[in-house]
């Protein structure tokens, strides 16, 4: 009986290595995030500027610092 769950065993990890190693491989051909390839084709200035102004926060310092006190 211990040379069954042996072999059972063996499977088990052996499945699980394919996983973790289908798991990596995905990992390798995973797209860079949004901001890096936004500014790989318009630049850095203007990427960060388009992202400013889509996440809609448009206060200024004065603002910012009465609402911390």
Known sequence: ?????????????????????ALAESEKHRRKPVFERLRERIGADLARRLLYALTGVHRTRSQLSSYRS
Not at 2 to 14: G, H, K, M, Q, Y
């Open 1 to 21: 009986m211990s040379a069954a769950l042996d072999s059972r065993d063996t499977r088990a990890v052996e499945h699980l290595l394919a996983h973790c190693t």
